[in-house]
């Protein structure tokens, strides 16, 4: 009878053990996230780090933008974590489309180090006193200028305190047509299509573009009708910029040389150049200047399975060090202002980190809209099609039709 208990006794410990080694194998599995709605070559090397430095945790990244997503989660599965534009976030965090990220943060808050991320790039993502994405990385818009076609016009740098008048000024005497063909050789600026342009020199009159309390547009306001006079002056009146039908392609003219000025993000693609450049803030109008822009939100999925784990790649990433890490290498800068930006060597994000204080995240919705309805409006007035006030109201329609159906 002990033998035979014995033998039980062993059998069952074996039996235990294996069940122990079998769990322990299984415990061993890392969590596997999906991310999606970030597809840039930086994100790469961004998970390869963080895979490194977790073992029990993988992320990667399926490819898909804000209508998969959006697709997958009407389907009830992943991702278990994603990324869309600032400017749409708004309404998904209105439907319940993000995890809401308080409890977290109160829980965490000693490691997480909220006080060192800068408070703008938190804002856009707040609802009714509660965050539901953490920012990983902040965009903003300010004036690249290209010393070498500088210098050809015979002319000094501007004032880093320029205003409008002085920019429209300064881009008419960069534009050249070396033949004297009736042809650009060189635009002065390039780009005055670009939604930051208009919204730079509305938003320096002190107009509140947007406004989330209410929430409302304030399109059809006597800024507005001064912001596209001064294109049309611009492109008509002065020729320092192109009108619809000889307008190139801002990244091509600006890297082959034929476009003096541009306004675009502070990101690594518009340095990688064969000629001088530098960068300005952007001019000012009478409530100062302003960057348009905002911060790339990280939300995560009500539909994951993964919460938690997806919560530690957001504290991962918005960690100082790693911010620092991803702004020296990767180019992009950081939220984690205070102790990230002396690390920065780059000059375009330094003086991009400098102009953080006149940052204005415009809006969080329906910008896309205001993309296409801008254009078409602006190039109308530009064809002598439209009047200012009529192309003004038309694009305040078209904000106001866009928001009612963000809000449903």
């Given at each position: 009878m002990w033998t035979r208990g014995v033998k039980h006794g062993l059998r069952g410990a074996t039996l235990a053990f294996a069940l122990w080694v079998a769990a322990l194998g299984a415990a061993a599995e890392p969590v596997v996230l999906e991310f999606s709605g970030w597809g840039a070559p930086s994100v790469e090397a961004i998970f390869e780090r963080f895979n490194a430095e977790h073992d029990g945790i993988q992320i990667m990244l399926v490819p898909g933008g804000a209508a998969q997503i959006l697709a997958r989660m009407a389907a009830g599965t992943g991702?278990?974590?994603?990324?869309v534009s600032w400017a749409e976030f708004a309404p998904w965090m209105q439907q319940g489309l993000a995890v809401d990220l308080t409890?977290?943060?109160?829980?965490?808050?000693?490691?997480?180090?909220?006080?060192?991320?800068?408070?703008?790039?938190?804002?856009?993502?707040?609802?009714?006193?509660?965050?539901?994405?953490?920012?990983?990385?902040?965009?903003?818009?300010?004036?690249?200028?290209?010393?070498?076609?500088?210098?050809?016009?015979?002319?000094?740098?501007?004032?880093?305190?320029?205003d409008w008048d002085e920019f429209v000024a300064y881009a008419a005497r960069?534009?050249?047509?070396?033949?004297?063909?009736?042809?650009?050789?060189?635009?002065?600026f390039v780009n005055p299509q670009m939604w930051a342009f208009s919204i730079a020199m509305i938003a320096s009159e002190g107009v509140r573009f947007f406004d989330p309390n209410l929430p409302a547009f304030n399109v059809d306001t006597p800024a507005?009708?001064?912001?596209?006079?001064?294109?049309?002056?611009l492109v008509h009146i002065h020729r320092?910029?192109?009108?619809?039908?000889?307008?190139?392609?801002?990244?091509?003219?600006?890297?082959?040389?034929?476009?003096?000025?541009?306004?675009?993000?502070?990101?690594?693609?518009?340095?990688?150049?064969?000629?001088?450049?530098?960068?300005?803030?952007?001019?000012?109008?009478?409530?100062?200047?302003?960057?348009?822009?905002?911060?790339?939100?990280?939300?995560?999925?009500?539909?994951?399975?993964?919460?938690?784990?997806?919560?530690?790649?957001?504290?991962?990433?918005v960690r100082p060090d790693i911010q620092a890490w991803i702004s020296g290498e990767l180019g992009l800068f950081p939220p984690a202002r205070r102790s990230a930006?002396?690390?920065?060597?780059?000059?375009?994000?330094?003086?991009?980190g400098g102009e953080l204080e006149n940052q204005l995240v415009y809006t969080t919705v329906a910008h896309s809209t205001y993309e296409r309805a801008f254009i078409q409006q602006m190039d109308a007035v530009l064809a002598h099609r439209q009047s200012i006030p009529a192309a003004a109201r038309e694009i305040q329609l078209q904000m106001d039709n866009a928001l009612a159906e963000a809000w449903k």
């Open positions: 991702p278990d974590l994603y990324r409890p977290f943060i109160e829980r965490d808050q000693e490691e997480l180090q909220l006080e060192d991320i800068w408070p703008r790039a938190l804002e856009p993502f707040q609802l009714n006193g509660r965050q539901y994405a953490m920012p990983h990385h902040i965009g903003g818009n300010l004036m690249y200028i290209n010393i070498d076609r500088v210098d050809e016009a015979g002319l000094p740098l501007p004032r880093s305190d320029w960069l534009s050249l047509d070396r033949n004297n063909d009736g042809a650009m050789d060189v635009w002065g507005m009708h001064r912001a596209m006079q001064r294109i049309y002056d320092g910029a192109p009108g619809p039908g000889e307008r190139p392609n801002a990244a091509e003219a600006w890297s082959s040389g034929s476009a003096a000025m541009t306004m675009q993000s502070a990101n690594p693609s518009w340095s990688q150049v064969d000629f001088r450049f530098t960068v300005l803030p952007n001019p000012s109008g009478p409530a100062g200047r302003v960057m348009p822009g905002g911060p790339q939100p990280l939300a995560i999925s009500p539909y994951s399975e993964h919460v938690e784990e997806a919560w530690t790649f957001i504290k991962w990433i930006i002396p690390f920065v060597d780059n000059p375009v994000l330094r003086i991009f």
